[in-house]
């Protein structure tokens, strides 16, 4: 195994999204729990070839010691999410006594956001390493390695807060995290558009990150401009 899947992919008709734990299909989202998330992962890595059962407890229960059953329940867990059918699957299939392979097709999801004139503006994070630049699409802040910017704090949840970049607009949200997301100092609880400057706050006093986009002045900088004009 080469180590599950974490950037977006398709399964059919679903886009999967492992760093958030999420499907979504046409306006529908289910949200899965991280160890059926991490099994849906695993099999897409087969592109459509058998996993076997242990290869799937090895890969995702890894030290912990598990039975079959254990799986048999995740899979359920996935068709149910799916709404995929045991006896005629179109994502799942069981091979008798040996394990489970994807019948639907994998393939990369393709980020289709673009700016209304197809520029991207070169957004970026300070921090106190130095800068982080943002990608069009998702940036999942988090505890994990897998996130796009990562805080080995136990402060910071698994998956903190996303920055969506969409051409020339980034939004930030909090993704039900314990300790919270905060913009110039106060908590948000629903989606945030950026301007150049803004402070984000991981927590109150775990990490804080500025907002910046290149070549522009802050708010700060600007008023300063005005004045000595």
């Not at 087969?46 to 996993?51: D, N, P, T």
């Not at 995702?60 to 995740?74: I, K, M, N």
């Not at 069981?94 to 393709?110: D, F, H, Q």
């Not at 921090?127 to 805080?151: C, H, K, M, W, Y």
């Amino acid at each position: 195994m080469e180590g599950p899947i974490r950037r977006p992919f398709r399964l059919g008709h679903w886009t999967v999204e492992p760093t958030l734990d999420r499907i979504t299909h046409d306006g529908r989202e289910v949200r899965l729990r991280p160890r059926a998330m991490d099994v849906l992962t695993v099999l897409a890595l087969g592109s459509g070839k058998l996993v076997s059962k242990r290869e799937l407890i090895d890969e995702v229960w890894r030290t912990e010691f598990v039975s079959d059953h254990a799986l048999t329940q995740v899979i359920a867990e996935l068709r149910a999410a799916l709404g995929d059918n045991a006896r005629n699957p179109i994502f799942i299939e069981n091979i008798p006594r040996r394990g489970y392979r994807l019948v639907a097709s994998v393939t990369p999801a393709v980020d289709s956001v673009v700016s209304n004139h197809g520029v991207a503006m070169p957004f970026k994070l300070e921090t106190d390493e130095g800068n982080q630049p943002l990608s069009q699409g998702q940036n999942v802040i988090g505890r994990t390695g897998d996130a796009d910017i990562s805080f080995d704090q136990t402060e910071v949840s698994r998956c903190h807060a996303m920055i969506t970049v969409q051409g020339t607009t980034a939004i930030v949200e909090d993704l039900g995290s314990k300790n919270g997301t905060y913009v110039n100092g106060r908590r948000i609880d629903r989606p945030t558009t950026l301007t150049n400057g803004d402070e984000i706050w991981i927590g109150r006093s775990v990490a804080r990150m500025r907002f910046l986009i290149e070549g522009e002045p802050t708010k700060t900088e600007g008023s300063v401009t005005s004045r000595d004009a």
